[in-house]
């Protein structure tokens, strides 16, 4: 099995920045994707960004230039810089990774607990 577990997740006030944090651990060959998604109250979960095991990264068009993906290869660990914060970004925030754990079956997807991030004065 695999774990993700996150953190860094908070209140801050519009403008303000948080880091997220995630950090897988298990039977792990090879992770391809790490990446982040939200979901504010009835809307449906969205992808933040993400980034593959060649730094490739890709960004939803509302966070482009204010949030930075980041991952640590030999952690297993990704993280997300968020900066300019505004309430819109408010959402839980999940993990999602994409694991080799065996070279007979593809890769699986493994998501995370889930981290509030609220943006408000």
């Known amino acids: 099995q695999v774990q993700l577990v996150e953190s860094g997740g908070g209140l801050v006030q519009p403008g303000g920045s948080l880091r997220l944090s995630c950090a897988a651990s298990g039977s792990i060959i090879h992770i391809i994707v790490m990446g982040w998604y939200r979901q504010a109250p009835g809307k449906q979960r969205e992808l933040v960004a993400s980034?593959?095991?060649?730094?490739?990264?890709r960004y939803a068009d509302s966070v482009k230039g204010r949030f930075t993906i980041s991952r640590d290869n030999a952690k297993n660990t990704v993280y997300l810089q968020m900066n300019s914060l505004k309430p819109e970004d408010t959402a839980v925030y999940y993990c999602?990774?994409?694991?080799?754990?065996?070279?007979?079956?593809?890769?699986?997807?493994?998501w995370g607990q889930g981290s509030q991030v609220t943006v408000s004065s």
């Open positions: 980034i593959n095991s060649g730094d490739y990264t």
């Open positions: 999602n990774a994409d694991v080799l754990q065996s070279y007979s079956v593809a890769y699986s997807s493994y």
